[in-house]
């Protein structure tokens, strides 16, 4: 994940280049192979770099095709040789050896601001167009690459790292108490326009940002679609297709010689270490590949050790295991390496932490099996008879149960209802009583609560609405942040092929029966290539949570008892933060009444940038 900023100043006056090439600089830890900055007056663009594909390994950036266009990205282009096709048509030369960046650039010199709709990969950019005297910046449909902007007086800042802003003296460290109220209330900013931080803004996914002079606009480019159905004469042909479109994402994130699988004993990320294996093996393409998965001994009941060896050794893939048992909570919190741009509930950041260095021992790229849930979550024969004809879905229910001998999921919910009958209050009921009282009524927090709560979103997709929801969820935004190279300062780039646009557009477009019962699709595609006893295996989280066992360890009792700083006194009544050492949680999550002291020590830091 290469480091890209940018400065514009809207009055004319000249970029300050040493400043400019100090917030480049100030990115080497995520972009260590090149630091460069290139400026024109009133604009400038700096771009730290990390080669994480074949075609970047002689890419210098910033760059132009014609002197009059530049740019800085953070990006991999998939579906290349599409794209060079569509651009070649349009006129465009030299597109053959085109990199990533260029091919920006050669779609942006073809299509203007539209140009987003015309790229698939992973991407943030920061386009100059001195014809038209405009900054230009995209973010990718779904938002794994990051961007900030800061609007201070006639200056824009832009990053995709949050504290390469911040680092920019024009830019304030006054907080955004809206978003502080999120996080202590739910972990994470559920407003994604806007950090932490009053000054800095945050480009949603999937959204574009120009500016001129005058004016900056932000704009949607992109919605998770509701495609048109697809109907196959014969079930082979969808599971022919699905494998198809897999192993085209699994080969576009596959650039480079070295990487790394978070493996655990789960199906979703085994199919991407079978895919990976077999692509390699098919092109004969020499790659260092290992596995890494975290595992827990003794502290919770935990077989992911089992099942991953068993991947592991038949896909022949080397695997590290590294052990949880012995981390404490918030250990090492005080140390350089887990401050974080903006807060977190994380109480095991450390173990995070020793993750990410295992990982990047073993190259800068990581393929994760993340977004398989989402993708192949289940509809019941209640969602579908919504959405499709009676006799189809009675058709498809009779074949389901031809096939396999027995009955689809209905869909009610009648099992979760049963489950949590009586085991969680009321969301109101839950709201905290250690928030300050001037805090939470200046911030609404309490409207907030209920907003968040009770939200309830439409019905988009009529056959698979629970998977669009959660392919569409703003929850992605913080996933994709904890573990990207600006919040973990590990150079590191993470590549979700579950999330390809081509498969997704797929996966909600075809019948849900049988594909999407207990992910048949996937099942059924990796039969006789994974073990048995993993193909078998149901959907198994964490049998019981690693925080509240710790919580239960007589050295976790300093959380109730550690001194806050006077400045949490804005956010948290420190008094009425209840004890939750040794207690068992057995109707709530501990987290909740963890994060002022998450916050805290966010807090203490604050003005120490990495």
């Known amino acids: 994940m290469s480091g890209i900023v940018g400065i514009f100043n809207k009055d004319g006056a000249p970029v300050d280049g040493g400043l400019l090439q100090k917030l480049t600089n ?26 994480t594909t074949f075609e970047s390994q002689h890419e210098q950036q910033p760059c132009s095709l014609d002197g009059q266009v530049w740019i800085t990205a953070d990006a991999r282009i998939d579906d290349r040789a599409a794209l060079k096709q569509r651009l070649a048509s349009h006129g465009r030369r030299e597109v053959d050896a085109a990199n990533d960046v260029e091919l920006i650039l050669h779609a942006y010199h073809v299509w203007g601001e539209d140009c987003v709709q015309h790229l698939l990969g992973d991407f943030a950019f920061i386009i100059w167009d001195q014809r038209r005297q405009r900054l230009f910046c995209g973010r990718d449909q779904f938002g794994l690459k990051l961007l900030y902007y800061a609007c201070a007086g006639e200056t824009i800042v832009l990053s995709n790292t949050l504290n390469c802003v911040r680092r920019h003296p024009q830019v304030s460290d006054r907080l955004d108490d809206r978003a502080i109220g999120d996080f202590l209330l739910f972990g994470c900013n559920y407003d994604l326009t806007t950090t932490s931080f009053a000054d800095i803004k945050r480009l949603p996914a999937g959204h574009v940002l120009s500016i001129t002079p005058e004016v900056l606009s932000v704009r949607r480019y992109w919605t998770l679609p509701v495609p048109e159905s697809i109907r196959y004469k014969h079930a082979q042909d969808y599971l022919d297709h699905f494998q198809e479109l897999l192993q085209q994402a699994v080969a576009d994130r596959l650039r480079t010689d070295r990487l790394t699988i978070w493996l655990s004993g789960g199906l979703d990320s085994a199919t991407i270490a079978a ?32 099942f991953a060896d068993l991947v592991s050794k038949k896909l022949e893939i080397p695997t590290q295991f590294l052990v949880g048992d012995h981390y404490r909570l918030f250990e090492r919190y005080d140390q350089p390496e887990l401050q974080r741009p903006e807060p977190s509930e994380e109480p095991l950041l450390a173990l995070h932490a020793d993750q990410m260095r295992v990982s990047a021992a073993g190259g800068h790229v990581v393929l994760t099996g993340d977004g398989g849930d989402e993708l192949l979550f289940p509809s019941g024969l209640a969602q579908m008879l919504k959405g499709m004809r009676m006799w189809q879905t009675l058709f498809d229910a009779a074949q389901y149960l031809r096939t396999y001998g027995r009955m689809p999921p209905l869909g009610l919910g ?3 209802k049963l489950r949590n009958w009586r085991k969680r209050p009321h ?11 001037r805090f939470a009524s200046r911030c609404q927090l309490r409207a907030r609560w209920n907003e968040i709560n009770h939200m309830k979103l439409p019905v988009t997709h009529r056959l698979r609405p629970e998977a669009y929801h959660r392919l569409a969820m703003p929850l992605w935004q913080s996933v994709f942040e904890y573990n990207d190279a600006s919040v973990t300062l590990a150079p590191l780039e993470f590549r979700l092929p579950f999330l390809d646009l081509r498969l997704v557009d797929f996966a909600l477009a075809i019948p849900p029966l049988p594909w999407f019962v207990e992910k048949g699709m996937l099942r059924l595609a990796m039969n006789g290539i994974l073990p048995e006893k993993v193909l078998r295996r149901p959907k198994t989280p964490l049998q019981e949570d690693p925080v509240v066992n710790l919580l239960q360890r007589p050295e976790a009792r300093w959380l109730d008892e550690f001194v806050p700083l006077p400045r949490l006194s804005e956010f948290v009544q420190r008094d009425n933060i209840p004890k939750v050492a040794g207690r068992k949680f057995e109707q709530g999550d501990p987290s909740i009444h963890l994060r002022p002291l998450g916050l805290n020590c966010w807090l203490q830091r604050l003005n120490h940038l990495n």
């Open 275 to 306: 895919v990976t294996r077999a692509h390699m093996m098919e092109k004969g393409q020499p790659v260092k590949f290992a596995g890494m998965t975290v595992v827990y001994e003794q502290l919770i009941p935990d077989d992911e050790r089992y």
């Open 427 to 437: 969301p109101e009921v839950d709201f905290p009583g250690w928030l300050d009282e």
């Open 26 to 51: 100030f990115m080497a830890f995520r972009g260590p192979h090149a630091q460069s900055s290139w400026q024109q007056d009133h604009v400038g663009l700096g771009h730290a770099m990390l080669r």
């Open 414 to 416: 009648l099992r979760k």
